[in-house]
C-alpha cells in the first residue's frame, strides 16, 4: 500500500477531517488569539470580579476571580496546554525511539527484559509516578513537560520496536553491514532515519494524552503555577467559583474537550488511513 | 490452575521491587532533602536530624531499612503532619478510597454492561446511538471538568443531594454523586467494549448453534453469547481500577471526601516526601494485586488462557 492511498483515504474520512479543521482553528486561536481582544493577560479590573460575558466591553468569556479577562487567560492556557502537550511528546518520542530501537535491534535477552519492564511500568498508575517526581524536583514549566514525557513513553517504545525489528530484515540493513558499518552506525543511520514516518504519527497520538495529564495535575495545584496558565488551571479556577461564575468553569472545560475530542478523532482516522483491517 | 497461580505470584515480585525501588531512588537522590526548608540550623541540629531518621547510613543501607521497615508495613513518619505516620494517615483514609472506589466500579460494571448489551442488541437502531453518543461523552469530557459540573447541577442549581462532604460516612445522600463522577468514564469504556464484543460474541457460530437447539433468546444471550462477551470487559478491570485509583485523587479533591487521594494532594503540595511516596508504592502494591486477580479471573473464565 502506498502513501498516497493512505492520504487519500484519510481525506474521505470527515470525522478525521473535521479533526483536522477544529485542531487547526485552535492552534490559530493559541498562536494569534490574544490579538482578537482588546484586553492584555495581566489587565485587572476592580470593577468586573467574576462578571459574566460581555460582548460589547470586549469580555467575550467574562472574567475571572481576580477581575482579569477570561478570553485572553483562555488563549493563554491554550498555549501553554499545547505547548506542554507537544514537549512532553517530544520527550518520550526521544526516549521511546531510543529504547524502542535499542531492545528491537539487539533482541534476544536484551529485547525481553527491556520489554519485560515496559510491561512492568504499564501496569503502574502513572499519574502518581509524575506527581512523584514534580514534588521532587519542582514544578516549573520544563519539569512538567519532562516528567509527563519521562512516563508516557510506553507506547512509543512498544511502536518502534516493532518497527525496528520490522527494519532490520531489510535488504539496505545487509548491505550496509556487508560495508562493515558497526552495529552503532547502523542503527543511528539506517534504522532511525526510517522510523520518522510512524513515529511522528504515533505522536500525534500522545499528545492528548500529554495535554490530559497535564490538566489533571494543573487542576490540583500541582502542574502549571501563576502568573502562567493553562486549561487545567482554569479549570481548576473555575470549579472553585463556579456557583458564582459557571463560564469559568465552562469556557476552559468546553475548549479542553472539544480539542481531546478532535486529537481523538484525527488519530482514529489516521490509524484506520494506515492500517485498514476493519 | 495452581501453577499458574504461582507463576503470577512470583511474576508480580519484580513488579513490586521496581516501585518501591524507584520511590526509594527517587526519594533519596534529589537535591534538596526534607529538612531543607530554607531555615538556618546549627550543624549540631542538622546531624541529629540526619541521624534520627537514618540518613547518615550509607545508601544501601537505607535501602535496606526501607525495604525492612515496609514488610513490616511502616512507611516512615509523615513529614508534615507531625504527629501521624504515614501508616497510620493511609490507615485513615483508605476505608473512605476503597468504598468510593468499590461502589464506583461496581456501579461502571453494572451500568457499562448493561447498556453495552443493550445498544448491542439494538444495533444501528437510536436507541444504539444514543448509547454511543453517551459513551463518547463520557470518555472525551474529563473527570475533573465532570465532576465540577454534576456537583454544580445537582448538587447547587437542583439542590437534590449535598453538593460535597461525606456527611458521616454512613449517608447514602453524600455518596451518590461522587460515586456517579468516578465511574462515568469508566462506564462509558465499558458499554464500548462490551458493546462490540458482543456484537462480536453474536454472530459467532456457537450462537447459531444454540438458536438452532431451539433454546430462548434469553438463554442463548445470557448462557452463553454474556461469556464470551465478557472477556475483554474482564482483561480492562486492571487498567479500569488503575483509572478508578487515579480518579479518586480528582473526585475527592472536588467533593472534599476524607480519603487517600485528598492526603496525596495535601502532601504533594506541601512536599512531604514520606507520605508522597508512601501513597505511590501502597497503591503501586494495590494495583499489583488487582492484575494478579484479574488474571486469576481471566484464566478460570477461558481456561485456553491457563493451558498456554
Same mark, same amino acid.
Given at each position: 500500500m502506498?502513501?498516497?492511498?493512505?492520504?487519500?483515504?484519510l481525506?474521505?474520512?470527515?470525522?478525521?477531517?473535521?479533526?483536522?479543521?477544529?485542531?487547526?482553528?485552535?492552534?490559530?486561536l493559541?498562536?494569534?488569539?490574544?490579538?482578537?481582544?482588546?484586553?492584555?493577560?495581566d489587565?485587572?479590573?476592580?470593577?468586573?470580579?467574576?462578571?459574566p460575558?460581555?460582548?460589547?466591553a470586549?469580555?467575550? /468569556?467574562?472574567?475571572?476571580?481576580?477581575?482579569?479577562?477570561?478570553?485572553v487567560?483562555?488563549?493563554?492556557g491554550?498555549?501553554?496546554?499545547?505547548?506542554?502537550?507537544?514537549?512532553?511528546?517530544?520527550?518520550?518520542?526521544?526516549?521511546?525511539?531510543?529504547y524502542?530501537?535499542?531492545?528491537?535491534?539487539w533482541g534476544?535477552?536484551?529485547?525481553?527484559?527491556?520489554?519485560?519492564?515496559?510491561?512492568?511500568?504499564?501496569?503502574?498508575?502513572?499519574? /502518581?509516578?509524575v506527581?512523584?517526581?514534580?514534588?521532587?524536583?519542582?514544578?516549573?514549566?520544563?519539569?512538567?513537560?519532562?516528567?509527563?514525557?519521562?512516563?508516557i513513553?510506553?507506547?512509543?517504545?512498544?511502536?518502534?520496536?516493532?518497527?525496528?525489528?520490522?527494519?532490520?530484515?531489510?535488504?539496505?540493513?545487509?548491505?550496509?553491514?556487508a560495508?562493515?558499518?558497526t552495529?552503532?552506525r547502523?542503527?543511528?543511520s539506517?534504522?532511525?532515519p526510517?522510523l520518522?514516518?510512524?513515529?511522528?504519527?504515533?505522536?500525534?497520538?500522545?499528545?492528548?494524552?500529554?495535554?490530559?495529564?497535564?490538566?489533571?495535575?494543573?487542576?490540583?495545584?500541582?502542574?502549571?503555577q501563576?502568573?502562567?496558565?493553562?486549561?487545567?488551571?482554569?479549570?481548576?479556577?473555575?470549579?472553585?467559583?463556579?456557583?458564582?461564575?459557571?463560564?469559568?468553569?465552562? /469556557?476552559?472545560?468546553? /475548549?479542553?474537550?472539544?480539542?481531546?475530542?478532535?486529537?481523538?478523532?484525527?488519530?482514529?482516522?489516521?490509524?484506520?488511513?494506515?492500517?485498514?483491517k476493519? | 490452575?495452581?501453577?499458574?497461580?504461582?507463576?503470577?505470584? &512470583?511474576?508480580?515480585?519484580?513488579?513490586?521491587? @521496581? %516501585?518501591?525501588?524507584?520511590?526509594?531512588?527517587?526519594?533519596? !537522590?534529589t537535591p534538596?532533602?526534607?529538612?531543607?526548608?530554607?531555615?538556618?540550623?546549627?550543624?549540631?541540629?542538622?546531624?541529629?536530624?540526619?541521624?534520627?531518621?537514618?540518613?547518615?547510613e550509607?545508601?544501601?543501607? =537505607?535501602?535496606?531499612?526501607?525495604?525492612?521497615?515496609?514488610?513490616?508495613?511502616?512507611?516512615?513518619?509523615?513529614?508534615?503532619?507531625?504527629?501521624?505516620?504515614?501508616?497510620?494517615?493511609?490507615?485513615?483514609?483508605?476505608?473512605v478510597?476503597?468504598?468510593?472506589?468499590?461502589?464506583?466500579?461496581?456501579?461502571?460494571?453494572?451500568?457499562?454492561?448493561? !447498556?453495552?448489551?443493550?445498544?448491542?442488541?439494538?444495533?444501528?437502531?437510536?436507541?444504539?446511538?444514543? @448509547?454511543?453518543?453517551?459513551?463518547?461523552?463520557?470518555?472525551? %469530557?474529563?473527570?475533573?471538568?465532570?465532576?465540577?459540573? !454534576?456537583?454544580?447541577?445537582?448538587?447547587?442549581?437542583?439542590? *437534590?443531594?449535598?453538593?460535597?462532604? *461525606?456527611?458521616?460516612?454512613?449517608?447514602?445522600?453524600?455518596?451518590?454523586?461522587? @460515586?456517579? $463522577?468516578?465511574?462515568?468514564?469508566?462506564?462509558?469504556?465499558?458499554a464500548?467494549?462490551?458493546?462490540?464484543?458482543?456484537?462480536?460474541?453474536?454472530?459467532?457460530?456457537f450462537?447459531?448453534?444454540?438458536?438452532?437447539k431451539?433454546?430462548?433468546?434469553?438463554?442463548?444471550?445470557?448462557?452463553?453469547?454474556?461469556?464470551?462477551? %465478557?472477556?475483554?470487559?474482564?482483561?480492562?478491570?486492571?487498567p479500569?481500577?488503575?483509572?478508578? %485509583?487515579?480518579?479518586?485523587?480528582? &473526585?475527592? =479533591?472536588?467533593?472534599s471526601?476524607?480519603?487517600?487521594?485528598?492526603?496525596?494532594?495535601?502532601? $504533594? !503540595?506541601?512536599?512531604?516526601?514520606?507520605?508522597?511516596?508512601?501513597v505511590?508504592?501502597?497503591?503501586?502494591?494495590?494495583i499489583?494485586?488487582?492484575?494478579?486477580?484479574?488474571?486469576?479471573?481471566?484464566? @478460570?473464565?477461558?481456561p485456553?488462557?491457563?493451558?498456554?
Open positions: 502506498t502513501r498516497d492511498t493512505s492520504w487519500r483515504r481525506a474521505r474520512n470527515p470525522m478525521a477531517m473535521g479533526g483536522v479543521v477544529v485542531l487547526t482553528l485552535i492552534v490559530l493559541a498562536l494569534f488569539g490574544s490579538g482578537l481582544s482588546v484586553h492584555a493577560i489587565d485587572v479590573f476592580w470593577d468586573r470580579i467574576s462578571a460575558p460581555d460582548v460589547e470586549g469580555f467575550y /468569556f467574562g472574567t475571572d476571580a481576580n477581575g482579569r479577562d477570561l478570553f487567560r483562555t488563549v493563554l491554550a498555549r501553554v496546554s499545547l505547548l506542554v502537550g507537544l514537549a512532553a511528546s517530544l520527550i518520550s518520542l526521544v526516549i521511546g525511539v531510543a524502542g530501537a535499542v531492545a528491537g535491534f534476544g535477552h536484551v529485547d525481553s527484559v527491556m520489554m519485560r519492564i515496559v510491561d512492568i511500568l504499564y501496569s503502574l498508575p502513572f499519574v /502518581f509516578f506527581i512523584l517526581l514534580t514534588v521532587y524536583v519542582g514544578r516549573s514549566l520544563s519539569t512538567i513537560f519532562i516528567t509527563i514525557g519521562a512516563v513513553w510506553l507506547d512509543m517504545a512498544r511502536i518502534v520496536r516493532g518497527q525496528t525489528l520490522a527494519l532490520k530484515q531489510r535488504e539496505f540493513v545487509e548491505a550496509a553491514r560495508f562493515g558499518a552495529n552503532r547502523i542503527l543511528v539506517h534504522i532511525i526510517n520518522l514516518g510512524p513515529v511522528i504519527i504515533s505522536m500525534l497520538l500522545v499528545i492528548p494524552d500529554a495535554i490530559l495529564t497535564e490538566s489533571f495535575l494543573s487542576f490540583l495545584g500541582l502542574g502549571v501563576e502568573p502562567n496558565t493553562s486549561w487545567g488551571v482554569l479549570i481548576g479556577e473555575g470549579a472553585q467559583s463556579m456557583t458564582e461564575a459557571p463560564w469559568m468553569l465552562l /469556557f476552559p472545560g468546553a /475548549f479542553l474537550a472539544v480539542t481531546l475530542l478532535a486529537f481523538n478523532f484525527f488519530g482514529d482516522g489516521l490509524r484506520d488511513a494506515l492500517d485498514p476493519e | 490452575m495452581l501453577s499458574m497461580l504461582v507463576k503470577r505470584l &512470583v511474576g508480580a515480585i519484580p513488579t513490586l521491587f @521496581v %516501585i518501591i525501588t524507584m520511590t526509594f531512588v527517587m526519594m533519596r !537522590l534538596g532533602g526534607p529538612f531543607d526548608t530554607g531555615r538556618v540550623v546549627s550543624p549540631e541540629v542538622q546531624a541529629n536530624l540526619m541521624r534520627a531518621y537514618h540518613l547518615d550509607p545508601l544501601f543501607q =537505607q535501602y535496606l531499612r526501607y525495604l525492612g521497615d515496609l514488610t513490616r508495613g511502616d512507611f516512615g513518619p509523615s513529614f508534615t503532619s507531625k504527629d501521624f505516620s504515614v501508616t497510620q494517615l493511609i490507615r485513615q483514609g483508605f476505608p478510597s476503597l468504598e468510593l472506589g468499590v461502589s464506583a466500579m461496581a456501579l461502571a460494571l453494572v451500568a457499562g454492561l448493561g !447498556l453495552g448489551t443493550f445498544s448491542a442488541l439494538r444495533r444501528n437502531q437510536a436507541s444504539d446511538h444514543v @448509547v454511543i453518543a453517551f459513551s463518547m461523552v463520557g470518555i472525551i %469530557i474529563p473527570s475533573f471538568v465532570m465532576a465540577p459540573i !454534576l456537583t454544580l447541577v445537582f448538587g447547587v442549581t437542583l439542590q *437534590w443531594l449535598p453538593a460535597g462532604g *461525606w456527611g458521616d460516612g454512613h449517608q447514602l445522600s453524600y455518596k451518590i454523586l461522587p @460515586v456517579i $463522577a468516578l465511574a462515568l468514564p469508566r462506564i462509558s469504556s465499558i464500548r467494549l462490551s458493546r462490540s464484543s458482543m456484537i462480536e460474541a453474536l454472530q459467532m457460530p450462537i447459531r448453534t444454540a438458536y438452532a431451539g433454546l430462548p433468546r434469553r438463554l442463548v444471550l445470557f448462557r452463553h453469547a454474556s461469556r464470551a462477551a %465478557i472477556l475483554p470487559v474482564v482483561s480492562y478491570l486492571g479500569a481500577t488503575a483509572g478508578i %485509583i487515579t480518579g479518586s485523587i480528582i &473526585v475527592e =479533591q472536588v467533593f471526601i476524607p480519603g487517600i487521594g485528598r492526603y496525596f494532594v495535601d502532601a $504533594a !503540595l506541601n512536599r512531604d516526601y514520606t507520605l508522597v511516596s508512601g505511590v508504592i501502597f497503591y503501586g502494591c494495590i499489583v494485586l488487582f492484575n494478579l486477580i484479574v488474571d486469576v479471573l481471566y484464566g @478460570v473464565l477461558d485456553r488462557i491457563t493451558r498456554r
